[in-house]
């Protein structure tokens, strides 16, 4: 069965690709493995590719790929010259060491020398790190940031304006230095170099504060800000559900991410869940706003969101099954294998460029 084209009505919900894009970052935080890493990252890469429109946002999924590159290299730089606990059989190089009094900087040190197993094991953290950043950068790129503000609950409508117009601020950035660039380019002059860089820094700054003229004048049209009134119970009730719903979620989701917390980590998500929404619901009664044909949340929005769940359900166990493959060693220094289940489940991550509407033709670029 082929995917249909995407229009106003079959539009798959904002939230199913956050969901998506949140599993895939748990299950990259449960693994060091560099093989596994490079395939969620494919996985990512590929459905925002099959998937993303020409929207501005959309653009923004290489500036988080080149992100997690800069924080490789970053963790690398780090490690050669501050060293690294990691002993190591294989030194590269030395450097000029620098002494640091014990006192002041017990455990740190600059210079000195660097070994094969410090490096890998840099590596594979940064990579970690680079990773969550492009699914996150992946969520930015397939998710409409204004409807998944309308979908948000009454109650964070506030909360989620602030988060959306800090989230569309990058990727409305990327889009500005792209089209400056290709302007000075079209017109014969420099895109490189400092003086090009300042002469194209003051027009994406004079856009960006155009746009927050404007998101303030429209929210203050729609009414912005104005709440009913309610009984001080229902509000003292609702703040107490809140706030332990969010403290059981937090907990939760801990335990999920640590290998020591994966027993209580669902219970406890699952309770702070039901808390956080039970509150929710009360604090909708204090919006007054309404919605203009809602997002649906359809059957292909569950496989999309349940795919993401899938492949970091399925991590999660690889991680207390063999935890070995997860997490391959530096000493004695080995190459990582790469394990057969765990990264076909990562392959279900797919499932959004199989089922997801296909954008337009002139917009999937």
Same mark, same amino acid.
């Given at each position: 069965?082929?995917? %249909?084209r ?8 904002a939230?199913?690709?956050w969901?998506?894009a ?6 990259a935080?449960r ?5 596994l ?5 494919g996985?990512?890469?590929y459905?925002v590719?099959a ?6 946002w ?8 080149k ?15 501050l ?12 450097? $000029?060491?620098? $002494? ?5 900087a ?15 094991f ?15 950068g ?6 409409? %940031?204004?409807?998944?503000?309308k ?13 959306v ?8 950035m ?8 290709t ?27 155009e ?20 009984p001080?119970?229902v ?16 907990a ?6 640590a290998a ?17 929404l039970?509150?929710?619901r ?5 919006s007054?706003r ?5 997002d649906?949340w359809g ?15 399925a991590?999660i ?9 997860l997490?391959?060693?530096?000493? %004695?220094?080995?190459?990582p294998?790469? %394990?057969?289940?765990?990264?076909a489940?990562i392959?279900i991550g797919l499932?959004?460029?199989?089922v997801?509407?296909? $954008?337009p ?5």
């Amino acid at each position: 069965m082929s995917a %249909p084209r995407a229009r106003r009505g079959n539009a798959l919900h904002a939230g199913a690709w956050w969901l998506w894009a949140l599993g895939l970052a748990t299950a990259a935080s449960r693994t060091t493995n560099p093989l596994l890493l490079g395939l969620i990252t494919g996985v990512a890469g590929y459905v925002v590719a099959a998937r993303r429109t020409a929207a501005p946002w959309a653009r923004s999924y290489g500036a988080f790929l080149k992100l997690g590159l800069f924080v490789i290299g970053l963790r690398l730089l780090f490690s050669v010259l501050l060293g690294s606990p990691i002993p190591g059989a294989h030194p590269l190089f030395t450097l $000029p060491e620098v $002494p640091l009094p014990d006192w002041a900087a017990q455990g740190i040190r600059i210079g000195g020398r660097v070994t094969a197993e410090q490096l890998a094991f840099a590596f594979y953290d940064g990579a970690k790190l680079a990773t969550l950043l492009v699914c996150v950068g992946a969520a930015n790129a397939l998710a409409n %940031p204004a409807r998944l503000l309308k979908s948000l609950p009454a109650a964070l409508y506030e909360v989620g304006v602030a988060v959306v117009v800090a989230m569309t601020f990058a990727p409305n950035m990327v889009a500005d230095v792209a089209r400056l660039r290709t302007a000075r380019r079209l017109r014969g002059r420099p895109t490189g170099g400092v003086k090009a860089v300042l002469q194209i820094g003051l027009p994406v700054l004079e856009g960006a504060l155009e746009r927050s003229v404007a998101v303030a004048a429209s929210m203050d049209a729609r009414g912005y800000g104005r709440t009913a009134e309610v009984p001080p119970a229902v509000r003292h009730t609702t703040n107490v559900l809140t706030l332990g719903g969010l403290l059981g979620m937090c907990a939760g989701t801990y335990g999920l991410l640590a290998a020591e917390g994966a027993a209580y980590g669902l219970p406890v998500l699952a309770v702070g869940l039901g808390l956080a929404l039970a509150g929710l619901r009360l604090g909708g009664r204090r919006s007054i706003r309404t919605r203009y044909r809602p997002d649906r949340w359809g059957w292909r929005a569950w496989l999309v969101a349940g795919s993401g769940a899938a492949v970091a359900a399925a991590l999660i166990r690889a991680g207390t099954v063999d935890p070995a493959a997860l997490q391959p060693g530096v000493v %004695p220094l080995v190459a990582p294998t790469l %394990p057969l289940w765990p990264a076909a489940a990562i392959l279900i991550g797919l499932v959004p460029a199989l089922v997801a509407p296909v $954008p337009p033709k002139e917009a999937s670029q």
